[in-house]
């Protein structure tokens, strides 16, 4: 996940409005280390229709997707109409949960592999 806070910082020093105060918290964290509360503090929902429109060649979301919940770096877990989520990603086997947390938990461990 450091790889994500090493872009973000980057985009924000070459950014024409570039905020300084913005850099330095990005920076602090870094330094400090990430935890999964981290990882949820940017998490963002958005409908399935709002997130497909982001990409030229778009996932491919499960059929009972309703809605996304996004993350740093344009990581994804999906919304499902019967009340689970969903993370599935090509590379890796499918998880389902009725608890958001346990999903965020194995994105987390997903993203710190190999760091």
Known sequence: MKHLLLKLILE???SSSGDATKIQ??????DSG???KDLQETG????KADFVKRFKNPPTLHKKCKDVMTYIGGNYIQML???NYLFDYKSL??????KLEILE????AHLNQGE
């Open 93 to 98: 086997k499918p998880k389902r949960s009725k």
């Open 12 to 14: 924000e020093k070459l």
């Open 44 to 47: 963002l929902i958005v409908t």
């Open 81 to 83: 109409s019967d009340g």
């Open 25 to 30: 918290k990005l920076q602090q964290k870094l």
């Open 34 to 36: 990430l935890s999964v």
């Open 105 to 108: 938990e194995a994105l987390f």
